[in-house]
């Protein structure tokens, strides 16, 4: 089945305590994206990638790391997390100019 | 920059009631327009799209014209059933150098009462 995969689901942490939020998808799509959904907000982009090693910022990429070292995955590291990074995360992939598809959401508190 | 005005929220219905959703866009180029809807605890699925002016996108029952005169993409229904509950998204895209940006409003969320 084609999907994109994020894990994990929910997770609560602490401040300043690093984390990784996994991404993978199993459709060969060159490119990769990450956003955060709040309230109010809709859902905003934090990084993206190209291809296998090509990532730029999005709107909001302040507080985020990503990588992409294998065209499936596409992780988003939070090196030290603050309370204002407590969000849903929605990873997606497409083709080139193709339909975008969405991950099942990571829900993050940071305490 | 590009953005996306979606109208507010909650809206509630009674089954088999017309929907109309608001969406209108400020856009430098020429956009991709798109629904994507949020069922609870999901992530999002696109509804359907149209990538041109006059382009109507279709789908379960759901249609939005692109009127690009008016700037607006709005999402209706002619009778809603219970499992159309969901958030909805306007959203729109205008490929930038390799980047599929979605610029989103701001979510609709819908419930429809039996």
């Known amino acids: 089945e084609a999907q994109v995969t994020q894990n994990p689901r929910y997770l609560i942490t602490v401040t300043g305590k690093k984390l990784t939020v996994t991404c993978s998808q199993n459709m060969n799509h060159e490119y990769m994206s990450w956003y955060r959904q709040d309230p109010g907000l809709g859902l905003r982009q934090i990084y993206y990638s190209m291809n296998v090693e090509v990532t730029d910022k999005g709107d909001v990429p302040e507080g985020y790391k990503v990588s992409r070292k294998e065209k499936r995955n596409f992780p988003l590291i939070l090196e030290s997390p603050s309370p204002n990074q407590t969000s849903l995360y929605f990873c997606?992939?497409?083709?080139?100019?193709?339909?975008?598809?969405f991950g099942p959401g990571t829900r993050l508190t940071v305490l | 920059g590009n953005s996306v005005t979606q109208m507010e929220g909650p809206v509630t219905l009674s089954e088999e009631a017309f929907l109309t959703i608001n969406c209108t866009y400020t856009a430098t180029g020429y956009p991709s327009l798109f629904w994507y809807v949020q069922y609870p605890g999901e992530g999002l699925q696109l509804l359907l799209k149209a990538t041109k002016a006059d382009d109507k996108g279709s789908n379960k029952g759901f249609e939005a014209t692109y009127r690009k005169e008016t700037t607006s993409f709005h999402l209706e229904k002619g009778s809603v059933q219970v499992s159309d509950s969901a958030v909805y998204f306007c959203a729109l895209v205008i490929s930038n150098f390799g980047n599929e940006k979605l610029t989103f409003g701001t979510g609709t969320r819908l419930t429809i009462i039996p």
């Open positions: 997606a992939s497409s083709f080139a100019s193709g339909q975008q598809f």
